[in-house]
């Protein structure tokens, strides 16, 4: 028994055990407190539930298989193509570009592809994505290439008519077509209108074949130039053969005029009816083999052709490289051939090429050089009308299309070009050099001097240096030109801004080089004249050498940096015409040295103050003939 009258401390744990083996005592009656009991209760069914997950755990890493798909939402699969225009054959993703231009299948839905593929009962597991492309069909190949304002090289006039047939019936099948052609009637174009003559009746028949409604569709027209322009038909016409006749018997133009511009604005002022009021796709389609002479017009000509929607191709040549003459072959009556100068170039809006003559035979070719583009004006004109300037002929020296399409002129307005020279340094320094190398003609140094006595040798010297006092005048102001654009030379982007002012930077410097030591050998000649080693010379020949001794550092120094900048030419800008002209440049050493030789020497005439004996007639008349032949003929305007 407890005594009431005594405070007994009682544990929780004695408690506890009071209770055990009472489990019909309530809570109170073992002396535990309600909270103690409720905390115990809870405690006892998280255990139990926290067992029962554990027990569930094992059960779920048992696999099922369902054959069973759930089919997605169509929405889910839906491409917007507007997101993936840019995407290509080099993307990582498996779409395909929605482009038609390059579609193989017309008309197919990828949404309802990707939906039959995913109602397949087991898909696999790992697929490489692979673009299966179609054969296109006619239409997609018979649609007009879109390469405007580019240059073609179709390869002859035979080319250039079927890409141009090509170019009809894309447009053809667009609307009504009015082709106009546009000749030039200068007599060294007769060959090439002769030649498309022959191919005309061809490009209509292979319309006809291509079932684009020729008949209904297509009209021609025809017009000449030179001094003035003359229409061939007074209005378009259906009939081909009317055409094809009037250009076999084109009058040739002699004044030597080209007025191409000029020329384009009258026909398409004239013929500006069928596609302001008939609505007709209008082309004009000009053949020439020179850049015009009316090119001044170029602007105005420009805005009218796209005010109105008039696309403009040009059959011609391709000008030569940095040059404004270019040469064509013509006969004499007497069979005799001549290459006679035409204006075919430059193909930039400015001379960018330097004219510095070459010492030495490597370097005549490079005169005849192709810039594998057309002239600045036409080729423009074709640019910004959309057309398409197609070269039909151009010097043997040409260069691979593919390389030369890193090297574009700038084809932009000349405003926004001589913009452009007067914000870089390098720039404006390289055309200003070109343009001052057209007013001074650089002579060729004499290389053969006769020696058969001292006086004669010494007085042959004299005159020889001469020139190199006018010579090393030109080619310092040159150098000090192009030496003030380097301070640019960086901030060159285009490859052939880059190529054009290293090239003419490195060809000033050499040439500089080479004069020097020039003047120096003769000095040292007409000074300390060598001894032939042979008896029979009664000559010094001067000829390219390695050897540079005589010269001073800072010579040399300029040789080594000429090397350098054509090495870098050659290799920054491989199989283009600023490596093949440094090439040449580098192909001559930079020194001199003398090589002696022998040269017929006409003995002295003994009977000089003799009268002349009589002539026989037979005589007198081949002399006659050797003087008219000798005598310059009277050369036609081409």
């Known amino acids: 028994m407890v005594s009431t009258g005594m405070t007994q401390q009682v544990s929780v744990k004695d408690r506890l055990d009071q209770c055990v083996g009472q489990p019909t005592r309530l809570p109170r009656r073992c002396g535990l407190p309600a909270w103690l009991v409720s905390l115990t209760v809870h405690l006892l069914v998280l255990l139990l539930l926290g067992s029962i997950t554990r027990a569930t755990g094992y059960f779920e890493q048992e696999t099922f298989l369902s054959t069973e798909v759930m089919r997605p939402v169509s929405e889910e699969f839906k491409f917007d193509t507007a997101a993936v225009k840019m995407l290509g054959n080099d993307s990582q993703l498996n779409t395909l570009s929605p482009s038609q231009a390059f579609a193989t299948d017309v008309g197919s839905q990828t949404e309802q592809r990707i939906e039959a593929r995913l109602e397949n009962k087991v898909l696999p597991e790992a697929v490489v994505p692979v673009l299966e492309v179609a054969e296109p069909s006619e239409a997609n190949l018979l649609e007009v290439v879109q390469t405007t304002g580019g240059t073609e090289h179709p390869g002859g006039v035979e080319g250039a008519m079927d890409r141009l047939t090509y170019e009809i019936a894309a447009s053809l099948r667009e609307r009504k077509t009015l082709v106009i052609w546009l000749f030039d009637a200068s007599l060294s174009l007769k060959e090439r209108r002769d030649a498309i003559a022959e191919r005309f009746e061809n490009v209509y028949r292979q319309l006809g074949q291509l079932d684009v409604g020729v008949e209904e569709a297509l009209k021609t027209a025809a017009a000449t130039f030179g001094a003035n322009t003359n229409m061939l038909t007074s209005a378009p016409v259906d009939d081909v053969r009317t055409v094809v006749a009037a250009v076999r018997n084109i009058e040739p133009d002699l004044s030597g005029r080209e007025n191409v511009f000029t020329a384009v604005a009258d026909v398409t002022n004239r013929w ?13 389609v000009v053949v020439t083999d020179e850049r015009g002479d009316d090119f001044t017009k170029m602007e105005e000509v420009i805005h009218r052709t796209r005010r109105l929607g008039i696309r403009v191709y040009c059959v011609g040549n391709a000008a030569l490289f940095g040059r404004e ?51 600045y004006a036409l080729t423009r004109l074709c640019a910004e009308t959309g057309g398409l300037y197609l070269v039909t002929k151009e010097s043997e020296s040409r260069f691979d299309p593919e390389i030369m399409k890193n090297y574009l002129p700038d084809y932009r307005p000349v405003t926004r070009y001589q913009a452009d020279l007067a914000k870089n340094l390098s720039k404006g320094a390289l055309v200003r050099a070109a343009m001052t190398t057209q007013a001074h003609e ?9 020696a058969d006595t001292l006086e004669v040798l010494r007085r042959q010297l004299t005159e020889a240096q001469k020139p190199l006092a006018l010579l090393d005048y030109f080619l310092n102001e040159m150098h000090t030109i192009l030496d003030e654009g380097q301070k640019d030379r960086a901030r060159l982007k285009s490859p052939r801004w880059r190529a054009s002012f290293d090239l003419a930077l490195g ?52 040789a080594r940096q000429a090397e350098e900048i054509l090495n870098r030419v050659i290799e920054d800008h491989p199989g283009t015409p600023w490596a093949h002209v440094a090439e040449l440049e580098l192909s001559q050493p930079l020194g001199w040295e003398w090589q002696e030789a022998t040269m017929f020497i006409a003995p002295p005439n003994p009977n000089r103050n003799q009268p002349r004996r009589v002539q026989l007639a037979e005589e007198q008349r081949r002399r006659q003939q050797r003087r008219q032949q000798s005598q310059p003929r009277p050369k036609p305007s081409l």
């Not at 650089?442 to 006769?450: A, G, I, W």
């Open 272 to 284: 500006k009816s069928y596609r302001t009021k008939e609505g007709r796709n209008v082309m004009v």
């Open 325 to 375: 003459k270019g040469y064509v072959p013509w006969q004499f009556e007497d069979g005799t051939t001549e290459m006679l100068p035409v204006d075919q170039g430059p193909e930039t809006a400015a001379l960018e090429r330097l004219r510095l003559a070459f010492w030495g035979s490597a370097g005549q070719s490079a005169e005849q050089l192709s810039a594998s583009f057309g002239p």
């Open 507 to 558: 060809r000033v410097l050499a040439m500089r080089v080479r004069a020097y030591g020039y003047n120096v050998v003769l000095a040292e000649m007409k000074g300390s004249p060598k001894r032939f080693s042979r008896k029979e010379s009664n000559q010094w020949r001067l000829v390219a050498s390695n050897k540079t001794d005589l010269y001073p550092p800072g010579v040399k120094k300029m």
């Open 442 to 450: 650089v002579p060729p140094p004499r290389l053969r001097f006769r």
